[in-house]
């Protein structure tokens, strides 16, 4: 059993699309992040949520912490061919800097 | 600044041969993790040091993988013998431990097939 359940696995979509990618799962986190991977490269973050109900915007890219801290999403508006990629979801464990991922979802924006 | 580096980028080797993967931490992060990624799993952390000390190796597959950090600019990996089913996308990574939001830098990762 995945502790991050993130959905929808695969996603493809046109140029100019919105999309949303969920992370979920049922236990509580003090915090959650999200990376984006691109083909043939590492992980690199994007945002870090703390609060309960927290948005956050990173240009197109809208990252909501729901209020019970267990869920994550991610909106992307008017999608673009740079944002293909695999994004994860990743929460701490403890204060052991551990992180733990989620199995992500690989974005593909056709032109 | 140098991010994360790893060596090699890409092996090919036979099964049975001894695998050496190579990380430089970011010079100052005092964590440094080895992860393993395929499209089966997803990312699986494999083990994590804390200011050298091995912290956590639950994620460490088998006895045939063992990890070294012998000081703080420095990690390996090491699959001995290796098997097919090893094959993966192996990364390196470093951070500074803050505890809530700690931020993780990865390598670019070491492409590893064994035939």
């Known amino acids: 059993t995945q502790l991050l359940e993130q959905s929808p696995q695969f996603l493809s979509i046109q140029e100019g699309e919105n999309l949303t990618v969920y992370c979920n799962s049922s236990?509580?986190?003090?915090?959650l992040q999200w990376y984006r991977q691109e083909p043939g490269e590492g992980p690199v973050l994007l945002v870090t949520v703390v609060t309960g109900g927290e948005v956050k915007k990173l240009k197109r890219l809208t990252f909501q912490f729901g209020d019970a801290r267990k869920d994550s999403s991610l909106h992307i508006t008017a999608a673009q061919p740079g944002d293909t990629g695999l994004y994860l979801c990743?929460?701490?464990?403890?204060?052991?800097?551990?992180?733990?991922f989620g199995q992500g979802t690989t974005l593909q924006v056709k032109p | 600044d140098a991010g994360v580096i790893q060596s090699p980028r890409h092996e090919v080797t036979e099964m049975g041969q001894e695998v050496t993967l190579r990380c430089k931490p970011i010079s100052g992060h005092n964590s440094l993790f080895w992860y393993r990624q395929t499209m089966m799993r997803g990312l699986e952390l494999l083990i994590y040091?804390?200011?050298?000390?091995?912290?956590?190796d639950s994620g460490m597959p088998e006895d045939r993988f063992s990890a070294k950090m012998p000081n703080a600019s420095f990690s390996t990996l090491k699959i001995q013998p290796s098997e097919p089913r090893d094959s993966a996308v192996y990364f390196c990574?470093?951070?500074?431990?803050?505890?809530?939001?700690?931020?993780?830098?990865f390598g670019e990762g070491s492409w590893l097939t064994v035939v």
């Open positions: 990743a929460v701490g464990s403890g204060n052991t800097g551990k992180l733990i």
């Open positions: 990574a470093s951070s500074t431990l803050q505890g809530t939001g700690n931020t993780i830098y």
């Open positions: 236990s509580v986190f003090s915090s």
């Open positions: 040091f804390n200011n050298n000390v091995p912290i956590d």
